[in-house]
Nanobody, 120 residues
Framework: QVQLVESGGGSVQPGGSLRLSCAAS????????IGWFRQAPGKEREGVSC???????FYTDSVKGRFTISRDNAKNTVYLQMNNLQPEDTAVYYC??????????????WGQGTQVTVSS
């Protein structure tokens, strides 16, 4: 059974940092791309970052220079390091996967999400 489980969310003050994890089971990440998305209340889901199976990375403009995506295939886990967090980053963060290459939104499996809250 393919499953993705996010963890690492929480509540931080502006300028703080969090590292999100996406643990995969039922398949191995070697040939898969992993995307990170977020959705705030009342807003549409937004793509945040993606790493392809060949380790190409992509970031939406609003997080460039602050967020870093990485993977550890031995642990079957993908991470999203989030630095200098701002209130606008508050959302539920989801990871998703598809084979090989990144896509805007065409992913086959999605996790349940983890809450990130940034407030003073």
């Amino acid at each position: 059974q393919v499953q993705l489980v996010e963890s690492g969310g929480g509540s931080v003050q502006p300028g703080g940092s969090l590292r999100l994890s996406c643990a995969a089971s039922g398949f191995t990440l070697d040939y898969y791309a992993i995307g990170w998305f977020r959705q705030a209340p009342g807003k549409e889901r937004e793509g945040v970052s993606c790493m392809s199976a060949s380790n190409n990375t992509f970031y939406t403009d609003s997080v460039k220079g602050r967020f870093t995506i990485s993977r550890d295939n031995a642990k079957n886990t993908v991470y999203l390091q989030m630095n200098n967090l701002q209130p606008e980053d508050t959302a539920v963060y989801y990871c998703a996967t598809r084979e090989f290459s990144c896509s805007v939104d065409d992913y086959d499996y999605w996790g349940q999400g983890t809450q990130v809250t940034v407030s003073s």
